[in-house]
């Protein structure tokens, strides 16, 4: 199965988005493995998304992590790439290296092979954002300043999903465009 266009449901969930950041002055930025810019492409098919959407970086090659998002290759060469605090250095290398508001980061397996000891469909997701609310999601921890000098909250959810390489990666840009819109309340 092929897939050309934006994931169901993603279009509508990107409006909803890209309209709530607009409203807030806020701006996202995503650092992409699995999804290889998907993240991005979709929410740049909402019209007016130039207002919330600063950019991305796609991460595939395990060395761009650290060499475009500043991952820290210590971390990659000890747990590799598809790890939660990978997804979490993603998430603040794409607001950081973006200058914006909020920055996601995804890092996974879509299949159909294993990848250093990963089942497929294993996912984790970052975000990165301003710590003016309470984190309301489990794996939340509070990271260093980033350089406009207010508190980054960072959250990670990891997910098990099950399909073919296309189901995955549309699955993990909606569970990140999900995980966005929960702390945009």
Same mark, same amino acid.
């Given at each position: 199965? =092929? ?9 509508? /969930? %990107?409006?909803?988005?890209? @309209? %709530?950041? %607009? $409203?807030?002055?806020?701006?996202? *930025? *995503? &650092?992409?493995?699995?999804? @290889? #810019?998907?993240?991005?492409? =979709?929410? &740049? +098919? ?8 600063r950019g991305g970086l796609v991460v595939y090659a395990t ?6 998002? #500043? ?5 990659? @060469? ?10 979490? /250095?993603?998430?603040?290398? $794409?607001?950081?290296?973006?200058? $914006?508001?909020?920055?996601l980061g995804l890092t996974g397996v879509a299949g159909p092979?294993? /990848?250093? #000891?990963?089942?497929?469909? !294993?996912?984790?997701? #970052?975000?990165?954002?301003?710590? !003016?609310? =309470?984190? +309301?999601?489990?794996? &939340? ?5 980033p350089a406009r000098g207010e508190t980054s909250v960072v959250?990670?959810? =990891?997910? *098990? ?13 909606? &569970?990140?465009? %999900? ?7």
């Amino acid at each position: 199965m =092929t897939h050309s266009g934006p994931p169901a449901g993603g279009e509508e /969930q %990107a409006a909803t988005l890209i @309209a %709530a950041l %607009a $409203a807030r002055g806020e701006t996202v *930025a *995503a &650092a992409e493995s699995l999804t @290889a #810019g998907l993240v991005c492409a =979709t929410l &740049a +098919r909402v019209p007016g998304a130039s207002a919330a959407l600063r950019g991305g970086l796609v991460v595939y090659a395990t060395e761009l992590k650290t060499a475009l998002a #500043g991952v820290d290759p210590e971390l990659l @060469a000890e747990h590799g790439a598809v790890h939660p605090e990978v997804a979490a /250095q993603l998430a603040e290398g $794409a607001r950081d290296r973006c200058g $914006a508001t909020w920055g996601l980061g995804l890092t996974g397996v879509a299949g159909p092979s294993a /990848q250093d #000891g990963v089942e497929p469909g !294993t996912v984790h997701i #970052g975000l990165a954002g301003p710590g !003016t609310r =309470t984190p +309301r999601l489990s794996g &939340a921890r509070v990271a260093e300043p980033p350089a406009r000098g207010e508190t980054s909250v960072v959250t990670v959810r =990891t997910l *098990a999903l099950s399909g073919d390489r296309d189901l995955i990666r549309t699955e993990s840009v909606l &569970a990140a465009f %999900a995980l966005l819109g929960e702390h945009l309340g």
